[in-house]
């Protein structure tokens, strides 16, 4: 309180510092400046309050002797609903509203995407399913009883194409002089 400025019996300007403070949220209280001002708070009087941690501490800042003050002033501020409403006590009041505004249009929507993404889900599983069934190889009668083959060796195949008539000759000497004049 001011140096010069005469006492008041009800202490209103204080009182409304009070209520001022009792709003703020607990983990503000006891903030350094260079916080203060880096959230934008460059208020002096937001700056001296904020920096006081308890109820005792402001009756010293402001030169209330009697802390039986400070309870009155609690019964009042909780009478007559003074306080400044507190983000978490907002928040609670805005989550119905919120949830009204911003997720309950949507809910419809996204319920029916919901559904599509099922249903098409299911198809892909019966799609998949058949080409499964297509792809698996059925036993037929024959491979059954057909005895496993082995693997023929070099001196059972024989060629298909046999170079000793007149053209393979003539084909064949005509690429070997091909060759020797590229080389």
Known sequence: MPKNAKLNVHKEKEFG?????????????????????ALGLTDPLIQRIIKIKSQT????CF??????????????????????????VDYQRQHPA???????PHVAELQEKIREQAAL????K???????RKLKPVPSETSK???VSKPKTSSEISPTTKPEGETSKAFYTSLKDLFRRKG
Do not use: C, Q
């Open 17 to 37: 510092i009070y209520v001022l403070w009792k709003s703020l949220p607990a983990h503000a209280h006891g903030m350094k400046k260079s916080e203060l001002v």
């Open 57 to 60: 501490e402001f009756a010293k």
């Open 63 to 88: 030169s209330i002797k009697d802390l039986g003050t400070l309870t009155d002033w609690n019964a009042r501020i909780k009478k007559e609903g003074l306080s400044l409403p507190s983000l978490a």
């Open 98 to 104: 919120v949830a009204e505004k911003i997720i309950l």
């Open 121 to 124: 889900l299911t198809s892909l």
């Open 126 to 132: 019966r799609e998949n399913s058949l080409l499964k």
């Open 145 to 147: 009883k057909s005895p």
